[in-house]
């Protein structure tokens, strides 16, 4: 059974940073996209950034420069670390996985705030 772990959204500062972890486990491919993905209140959900098996990386144009996206092959575990995060990044955090199938994690709430 495929599955997705999200862990690290929590409060922040203004300013501050923070590291979400999604850890893939009961997926077959090693040729895979994973990514994050974050839905604001009353909006859609968007894409933050997306690294795929063969290292090729993507980000939304609001995140570059203050987020990192990585992943650790071997565990089948992405990363996302965020910077100088602003009070419009607050969401719920996805995390995804593309193979020949569409896995989504359960979310993590991220919310930036003084």
């Known amino acids: 059974q495929a599955r997705l772990v999200e862990s690290g959204g929590g409060l922040v500062q203004p300013g501050g940073s923070l590291r979400l972890s999604c850890a893939a486990s009961?997926?077959?491919?090693?040729?895979?996209?994973m990514g994050w993905y974050r839905q604001a209140p009353g909006k859609e959900r968007e894409l933050v950034a997306t690294i795929s098996s063969g290292g090729r990386i993507n980000y939304a144009d609001s995140v570059k420069g203050r987020f990192t996206i990585s992943r650790a092959y071997a565990q089948n575990t992405v990363y996302l670390q965020m910077n100088n995060l602003k009070p419009e990044d607050t969401a719920v955090y996805y995390c995804?996985?593309?193979?020949?199938?569409?896995?989504w994690g359960q979310g993590t709430q991220v919310t930036v705030s003084s």
């Open positions: 995804r996985l593309v193979t020949m199938t569409d896995y």
């Open positions: 009961g997926i077959m491919s090693s040729s895979n996209t």
